[in-house]
């Protein structure tokens, strides 16, 4: 059964920065993409980054130039690293792995104050 450990959530001030991380284990597969979705208060589950195992990303829209996904294969870790933070960041955000199957985190709070 896949794990995945997030770790790295909190809170910050609006400008500040915060890198989160999330370790996935217990697949006879390989992990193939891997990334990052968050979800705001009373809003649907976005995605926010992706990184397939063949290299190549992708962001959306507002997180551009702020946002770096990067993975660690030996490791089978992902990490966001997130910068020049906004409120309208805030939110709880889930590390995904795709397998044999997609697989979500428990989620990690980050809350960016005004």
């Known amino acids: 059964q896949v794990q995945l450990v997030e770790s790295g959530g909190g809170l910050v001030q609006a400008g500040g920065s915060l890198r989160l991380s999330c370790a996935a284990s217990?697949?006879?597969?390989?992990?193939?993409?891997m990334g990052w979705g968050r979800q705001a208060p009373g809003k649907q589950r976005e995605w926010v980054a992706r990184?397939?195992?063949?290299?190549?990303?992708w962001y959306t829209g507002s997180v551009k130039g702020r946002f770096t996904i990067s993975r660690d294969n030996a490791k089978n870790t992902v990490y966001l690293q997130m910068n020049s933070l906004k409120p309208e960041d805030t939110g709880v955000y889930y590390c995904?792995?795709?397998?044999?199957?997609?697989?979500w985190g428990q989620g990690t709070q980050v809350t960016v104050s005004s």
């Open positions: 995904n792995v795709v397998a044999d199957a997609s697989y």
């Open positions: 217990g697949s006879s597969f390989s992990f193939y993409a």
């Open positions: 990184i397939p195992s063949g290299g190549g990303t």
